[in-house]
């Protein structure tokens, strides 16, 4: 459980580096076209990081979606029954009491 929560941390982090990585229309945190040293164009570099953007967005909602399997699998209660309650008897029979 410990190994799938740090790579789910890794593909969050990733992700967000890889969204800040992306040019805009105006070129707010993107990367020039001369970034890359002539390796790649502008729009290269663009079709890249929009596939590594899109891979690792997808298998962020893959780990998401098994984290959540792996936990609901150990316990008999859902999200909702393990919660405390709010309303329970004993708080709402006791009048609240004003402050000195």
Known sequence: MTTLIIIQL????????????????NEGLGLGG?????MMSARGSAN???RLTAITA???MVM????TITASIGSEK???ESLPS???EES????????E
């Open 10 to 25: 890794i593909l969050a982090v990733a992700l967000v580096i890889l969204v800040l990585l992306q040019g805009s229309d």
């Open 64 to 67: 998401s979606v098994v984290l």
């Open 92 to 99: 709402s029979q006791q009048e609240p009491s004003i402050p």
């Open 34 to 38: 001369g970034t890359f040293g002539g």
């Open 58 to 60: 997808t298998l962020f």
């Open 86 to 88: 709010i309303n329970n």
């Open 48 to 50: 890249l990081l929009s």
């Open 78 to 80: 859902n999200v909702l």
